[in-house]
């Protein structure tokens, strides 16, 4: 039976579901990829990403037997590519032992690289109809605030008690549309701040609602304090040619490539820092030139302002001391390669300045 909660918000759905390329696919694989790319990243960013990947990797089978840094370059912009690598990996496993198969049920899904409890309830609901429920930011918001949950939305104790919530109005069959709805409930109405309870078609359901501290629900831990880095980087030119250094595969933008340089140390100049990056990264001692540009990023966790220069080799010639590998490349070809954000702002300024030259 459907509770009275249950189809209101699914007859909402009906009426205002987002229009997004993964909804109503006919292949699990399109929902799969979906729901990597929606990992902390907003549905208006992923749309464009999410067309151009099925485009280029159609199905698992594809996407397996690309190399890495082609899946990485076709990722680039998304941010959080360990996303990517587990993508590739998990694909890589769908074909060795499910035949090609996205597999239906959670524990299998749960098995491949990547995939935690949420994707993978989401992944059985949505593309096999599995009476799951899927717990992400926005269905976690909305359960919270229907229950007036005082409990920390991320706890161990909190999980169990909206999962337990979730379920008591989950309709058979229909999981699916009712994860679907509730995160496009959460996304568009009720929202973290200032939600929209005059239009919402729970308010007459929602206890947090009735109480007036919607806005404070869920219950979330204090935000920590951001740290802030400054960050050297070198343009390193020889015969025409530019050194790229390949980041290791684990760890923040592994197997991305980059321009070598690092973190500035207390009490050390800019000039200093770059110096001694690359004797520690390269093994070579090199003189620091003309600035080429302050380019800063915040990522998850901090943030980042990037100091570039153009550096003439001075000794030594460059090993990838503390890379996977480095390569000599010529100006056309730095597209060829997948960078983060900044380290691809700096590439692309180059080409400007080299091209009017």
Request: glycine content about 8%; charged content about 20%.
């Amino acid at each position: 039976m459907t509770s009275e909660l249950a189809a209101r918000l699914l007859q909402w759905y009906a009426e205002n579901a987002r229009s997004l390329p993964w909804r109503g696919h006919p292949d699990p694989y399109a929902v799969l990829v979906s729901e990597f790319m929606l990992q902390q990243t907003q549905v208006d960013t992923v749309i464009p990403y999410f067309n151009a990947w099925m485009e280029r990797f159609p199905d698992a089978a594809s996407l397996a037997a690309a190399p890495v840094g082609d899946v990485l370059r076709q990722w680039e912009g998304l941010g959080y590519y360990s996303r990517a690598r587990n993508l590739h990996a998990a694909a890589g496993q769908i074909c060795a032992r499910f035949g090609g198969q996205v597999p239906a049920e959670v524990s299998q899904l749960e098995s491949l690289p990547g995939i935690g409890p949420y994707t993978a309830r989401a992944v059985a609901s949505i593309a096999f109809g599995a009476d799951e429920l899927a717990l992400d930011g926005n269905i976690r918001r909305v359960l919270s605030r229907l229950a007036d949950m005082a409990l920390p939305a991320r706890s161990k104790e909190g999980k169990a008690a909206l999962t337990a919530f979730g379920r008591q109005h989950l309709p058979g069959g229909k999981a699916g549309d009712f994860n679907q709805a509730l995160m496009d409930l959460g996304a568009t109405l009720c929202t973290p701040r200032q939600p929209a309870c005059g239009r919402c078609p729970l308010a007459e359901h929602c206890a947090a609602h009735a109480l007036g501290v919607e806005e404070a629900r869920p219950v979330l831990p204090p935000r920590k304090t951001v740290p802030h880095y400054i960050v050297t980087a070198a343009i390193l030119q020889r015969d025409g040619l530019i050194l790229l250094a390949q980041r290791k595969p684990d760890g923040l933008l592994g197997g991305m490539w980059e321009f070598p340089g690092g973190k500035q140390q207390p009490d050390e100049t800019l000039a200093d820092c770059l110096a001694r990056e690359l004797q520690e990264e390269l093994g070579v001692e090199a003189a620091i030139g003309a600035p080429f540009g302050v380019y800063r990023h915040a990522y998850t966790h901090f943030k980042v302002t990037l100091h570039a220069f153009f550096c003439t080799l001075m000794q030594g010639e460059p090993q990838p001391l503390d890379a996977a590998q480095l390569r000599w490349v010529q100006p056309a070809e730095l597209r060829d390669f997948a960078m983060g954000k900044i380290d691809r702002q700096i590439a692309e300024n180059l080409l400007a300045q080299l091209k009017e030259r």
